[in-house]
């Protein structure tokens, strides 16, 4: 794929009408992701899962579900037992078994685990199920006070780091920790920090880079081969991946991965963002002392308001939790924006959503001053890099761009590239330069 990618073909595929696809396949991918973990909560009941998806036309009868469900939940325990014994021996110093090979079981079980949405693609017709689990938190209080928000209790020596294995020249290993947030603390599956760490075999890499991922991409639980971390740790960075809460090997009982962002909004993304932010301080701080050198966070399309924040609040943490610099990818200065003017969460139907349970622009403005980004960052401007696409209308481009601006980031600090949403991780693998720049801006300290 990357030989693709970076072809003169792959310059096809960085092109707005990318975004306009995606939007096509997700109309689908929803839908399916939300009968798949309807599929998971009923572990093979037919009942079960007819309560968790609603209204089924007749012809889906018990005869039809039973043997579906059934082989769905023999590969979900599949998936479930291979986790747990790669999670057991892993972080067992006294395990023999090699932490590489039950990575790739793990991969390869957890992957024909996601693979069976297609099995319920004949359920999408003729009238399309539900795209996502609502549960929208009615309007009151809810405590956006950024002081206990984004308040780390930041103790290095609570993350967990497992054993080593290298693949292709490439060395990988995973942390875990109990979240510091409180209240992520409260989401059961997201109540512990996972990342993957991944280097240099030689682990000489002077720069260690936080890179946090987008909205339903769980390239943790499935086999891949150059992913993005990967890609970084080639050219020489030491990336250490956080697994963003609902994701992965953090995913909720009873919803598909990143469901909850949206679904149990606005308190699941306000989770989201400040709890993944105090955790990257953690994780800032582990890397400064295991490793030395610099540490930097960068975050793209959903990970890039947790990075907002890290750029917004970091002075309030420790000094060793405080990133050298922070890369902004895809990203907006105002969630509200994207909420309401969005394309995807138009598609997503998130506005709807929160209209019908009462809310308004108005009253969710106390919500978004807590996960907007401060009127100044905290970071200095110098340290902040921007990387936008001018035809993004999923995470519009104008208020990024107004964010550059009003944080005053030198010219040479912000990036702008004719393309959309999705053609933008392509642009950066045909176009390194924004990497490059990071770089630079880590070695005029």
């Known amino acids: 794929m990357n030989v693709l990618i970076e072809s003169p073909l792959g310059g096809l595929l960085a092109r707005p009408w990318l975004d306009a696809a995606g939007l096509f396949g997700l109309r689908r991918y929803m839908p399916l992701s939300r009968l798949w973990a309807a ?96 549960q929208i938190d009615p309007p009151g209080a809810i405590d956006t006070d950024p002081s206990m928000l984004y308040r780390a209790a930041v103790d290095p020596k609570s993350v967990a780091a497992s054993r080593r294995f ?82 992965g090997l953090r995913a909720m009982p009873g919803f598909y991965g990143g469901e909850p962002f949206f679904a149990l909004a606005p308190t699941g993304t306000l989770d989201l963002i400040a709890g993944q932010a105090i955790e990257t301080a953690l994780l800032t701080a582990w890397a ?32 060793e939790a405080q990133p050298d610099a922070v890369l902004l990818i895809s990203h907006s200065g105002r969630l ?22 009462g809310w308004t622009r108005e009253t969710l403005a106390a919500i978004s001053q807590a996960i907007d980004p401060t009127e100044r960052p905290a970071l200095a401007s110098a340290r902040i890099v921007s990387v936008l696409g001018e035809t993004d209308r999923w995470v519009p481009y104008d208020h990024g761009l107004a964010l550059a601006r009003q944080w005053r980031l030198p010219e040479e600090n912000v990036f702008r590239y004719r393309v959309g949403h999705l053609g933008m991780p392509v642009q950066l693998t045909r176009d390194p330069l924004p990497f490059e720049r990071l770089r630079q801006v880590l070695r005029a300290r």
């Open 39 to 134: 599929a998971n909560a009923a572990k093979g009941d037919v009942a079960a899962f007819r309560d968790q998806v609603g209204s089924l036309p007749a012809f889906w009868s018990a005869f039809h579900l039973r043997p579906l469900l059934a082989h769905h939940d023999r590969l979900k325990r599949a998936a479930d037992d291979t986790r747990r014994a790669w999670e057991m021996a892993i972080f067992d110093p006294a395990q023999a078994s090699a932490a590489g090979l039950l990575d790739d079981r793990r991969r390869r079980a957890s992957t024909s685990h996601q693979m069976t949405r297609a099995y319920f693609a004949p359920m999408l017709f003729p009238r399309r199920p539900s795209l996502a689990r609502w």
């Open 166 to 247: 290298v693949r292709n020249a490439l060395a990988e290993y995973w942390l875990r920790a109990l979240t510091p947030s409180a209240r992520l603390s409260a989401r059961p599956g997201s109540d512990r920090l996972y990342a993957r760490v991944i280097e240099p075999a030689d682990g000489a890499a002077a720069d260690t880079l936080i890179f946090g991922s987008g909205l339903c991409l769980e390239f943790d639980v499935l086999s891949v081969g150059g992913d993005p971390g990967r890609q970084l740790a080639a050219m020489g960075w030491r990336v250490i991946e956080p697994i963003s809460p609902y994701h």
């Open 288 to 319: 400064r002392l295991r490793f030395g050198g610099t540490v930097s966070v960068a975050g793209i399309s959903m990970s890039s308001f947790v990075a907002q924040q890290v750029a917004s609040r970091c002075d309030r943490w420790p000094r």
């Open 336 to 357: 509200e924006a994207v909420t309401f003017g969005g394309a995807l969460a138009s598609l997503l139907g998130i506005d709807r959503a929160l209209q019908a349970a």
